[in-house]
């Protein structure tokens, strides 16, 4: 990279548009964001990128997952290109920053050098994967999964929303079905924008996260069988309340990080009993445990030491128990020559910096097991996130496009490995 | 009574084809019953219900609540009746003995005093209550309140089930909507046979079960507002989770019994969390509490002291509370000289008998506010009720029908006040 490109900064007002003009498809009376993979407000959401794209000049492609490139082409188009997005579906009754920020800071990136036309070595592509959030269709990370041939497209085509509708379907519906192959192709680097969160960043007060990866996620579900029985008849001693029961391992679940250190943070967010009637004893009950931790020999412990306790309970009170060991993801590191380049360039930039794990997977989570890949974290005010009251300072933003465009800039001029650069 | 009466007894074998008949109307694979109030399988339960009565040439008449009466008339028509009977309609896959077993009894009862010619002074009503269990059409024992006068009738019609089906209208489809007026009459005595639903009869070895009253019901909705969070970005000290604050709250109303003593009973039947996602921390919850003791001021005095532990585990957990004081009952005391004479005639019969109080409410506890009412309650094999695998011995069932006989038989020939027996 040329020396005169060390003091260019992207647009923060300009940036801010784009993210309110994203936030006004799908916005809710709550403040928040409705824009659910493949909605009608998914599909509006992506005609206006794709529009922005084009007043770019960019080349823009449609994958047949729906995820949506746009090249910026450089100056050898034989080599890997540098990759930068994230995804701008939403959480239902989620907020205006998660995912649309990584979108619109590549958006501004490209906008960026173009203003001052730059032109790099390596072609830049802004992508925007489809439904990361899982929240219509599960899995999370669906189209991310898939490009990086972790998923099986024609699996993934055939998942279903809670009202029937498939995958596939609801694509070619709003017109995002494309042809490019949706399969894994060499990059040179991948950088993804994103907000924490979480509190640390707000916490101490610094603007720039630097994840070395993200943890891992081990995800279990428990099954109680008690006895029901009429609430009045029934006297105290001879119950197998199975609400009692499973209130005594959600305290477990509770505490198990302090008991295990680590880092670690376990939690119980889904639970429903059997037949949740006021007056009968609860027969049965089944509930999630969720746990997270960068050290995934800890987290398996945990898990065996949370089982003897659950089983311990479960006799205790005269209930069967039954556990599933549903999903296991190992901690997954990042390109370290990326994540050094992410706080070198926050601190030549003037921002503080926090190295960090990323608690929440992402799209870069696949995309590490391709090429080289990185995340920039910026603050979440209060630490919310996936509600509607989620929020980011316009400042926090902007620094954080800043950090990406000149980590976008430094990989997108390295030359191929033997090589000088051009 | 003539003391050539003394030696009457009902026909066991009779009163088990009449269960048994009953039961394939509404029976589950399971081997219970699903004969919700106003079904079709209601209305046929009712049609057989009718044709026995009209077989034994009793005068039958459906009242506009849809309770059918079976009259066998006594000598003298001017004395109010001994009235005895219980409920057709069942839970959800409940039962086959819980109400059916008071309607055949009575039946069995009819049957018995026309077998052997037996006149009696006043006239013997058996009835068929409309949605005692109140599972269809909330709240529970809508019929027999109506007829007490606890309840308005229209504003009865007007209830709704789930699937928005009004009770009126229900009941003109199945044609027992009657023309006669669902109102208080005096009658002399009620008796009603039920099922214990619970374990202490077979527990100790007694066949009859002689409640003293029903007792004090009060019923609390607990709502928490936490905060919502993604799981895995949010440290584990600074979370609100509203199911771990639900879950000790759980434990504090399973141990309140044990802490306050008088044989009360405690329970959490309902617990739904909100987001209900296993990756989000849970932002708020809502639970139930029912409290059940013969001592109205000790099961106050429990609340007061719950509310106050339950402030301070929210406040512990930065969860807001908010508490509904959702219904009291106050306890509901027989008419001794009728609970002793279930007690005297079982002694005679040569069956063992038990104290105690009905921990559910019954028709009975309504009509108790009308005259001089009693139950006769038999053992609930492991205590099992309101679920398909309810049962009751049949030799239990007989000895109900036998206490219920010779007590409907003392009450008929009872004279008015100032008269001698005739």
């Known amino acids: 990279m040329s020396t005169g490109l060390l003091g260019l900064r992207v647009d923060g007002a300009r940036l801010r548009r784009s993210l309110e003009a994203m936030a006004e498809l799908g916005a809710t009376p709550g403040g928040g964001m409705h824009r659910l993979a493949l909605s009608d407000d998914d599909r509006r959401a992506r005609d206006l990128l794709v529009s922005w794209l084009?007043?770019?000049g960019a080349r823009v492609e449609v994958d047949e997952m729906g995820d949506i490139f746009g090249r910026r082409p450089g100056r050898d188009a034989a080599l890997p290109p540098v990759i930068?997005?994230?995804?701008?579906?939403?959480?239902?009754?989620?907020?205006?920053?998660?995912?649309?920020l990584g979108v619109m800071g590549a958006l501004e990136v490209l906008r960026t050098l173009d203003d001052h036309g730059v032109e790099t070595l390596r072609s830049v592509e802004l992508v925007d994967w489809t439904n990361e959030e899982g929240s219509r269709f599960a899995p999370a990370m669906l189209a991310s999964g898939v490009w990086a041939g972790a998923l099986d497209r024609d699996w993934a085509w055939a998942r279903t929303d809670a009202d029937g509708f498939r995958f596939g379907d609801e694509l070619a519906r709003i017109g995002y079905r494309g042809s490019a192959p949706c399969a894994?192709?060499?990059?040179?680097?991948?950088?993804?924008?994103?907000?924490?969160?979480?509190?640390?960043?707000?916490?101490?007060?610094?603007?720039?996260?630097v994840p070395r990866g993200v943890v891992c996620?081990?995800?279990?579900?428990?099954?109680?069988?008690?006895?029901?029985?009429?609430?009045?008849?029934?006297?105290?001693?001879?119950?197998?309340?199975?609400?009692?029961?499973?209130?005594?391992?959600?305290?477990?679940?509770?505490?198990?990080?302090?008991?295990?250190?680590?880092?670690?943070?376990?939690?119980?967010?889904?639970?429903?009993?059997?037949?949740?009637?006021?007056n009968v004893v609860p027969g049965a009950a089944h509930f999630t445990v969720d746990i997270r931790s960068w050290d995934d020999d800890l987290a398996l412990r945990a898990w065996d030491a949370l089982q003897a306790e659950f089983r311990a309970i479960a006799e205790r009170h005269g209930c069967g128990i039954r556990v599933e060991e549903t999903w296991r993801v190992r901690h997954n590191e990042f390109a370290p020559e990326l994540?050094?380049?992410?706080?070198?360039?926050?601190?030549?930039?003037?921002?503080?910096?926090?190295?960090?794990?990323?608690?929440?997977?992402?799209d870069a989570s696949y995309l590490a097991t391709v090429g080289p890949t990185a995340m920039v974290f910026v603050p979440s005010i209060g630490g919310r996130s996936h509600v509607?009251?989620?929020?980011?300072?316009?400042?926090?933003?902007?620094?954080?496009?800043?950090?990406?465009?000149?980590?976008?800039?430094?990989?997108?001029?390295?030359p191929a490995p033997g090589e000088d650069a051009v």
């Open 84 to 100: 930068t997005g994230s995804h701008l579906d939403t959480q239902p009754r989620g907020g205006r920053f998660d995912g649309v």
């Open 217 to 278: 996620l081990h995800w279990y579900d428990v099954y109680l069988e008690g006895v029901a029985n009429q609430v009045g008849t029934t006297p105290m001693d001879g119950r197998s309340d199975a609400l009692v029961t499973a209130a005594e391992m959600v305290l477990e679940v509770r505490g198990l990080p302090a008991r295990m250190g680590g880092g670690m943070v376990a939690t119980v967010g889904e639970l429903t009993t059997h037949p949740n009637s006021r």
């Open 388 to 414: 509607e009251v989620e929020e980011t300072g316009w400042e926090d933003c902007e620094a954080g496009a800043n950090v990406l465009l000149h980590c976008v800039l430094a990989s997108a001029d390295e």
């Open 339 to 362: 994540v050094a380049r992410v706080r070198d360039t926050a601190e030549r930039l003037g921002y503080s910096s926090l190295a960090m794990e990323s608690g929440a997977g992402h």
């Open 184 to 209: 894994r192709r060499p990059f040179h680097a991948c950088y993804e924008l994103h907000i924490e969160q979480g509190p640390r960043l707000e916490r101490e007060g610094v603007t720039i996260g």
């Open 54 to 56: 084009e007043e770019l």
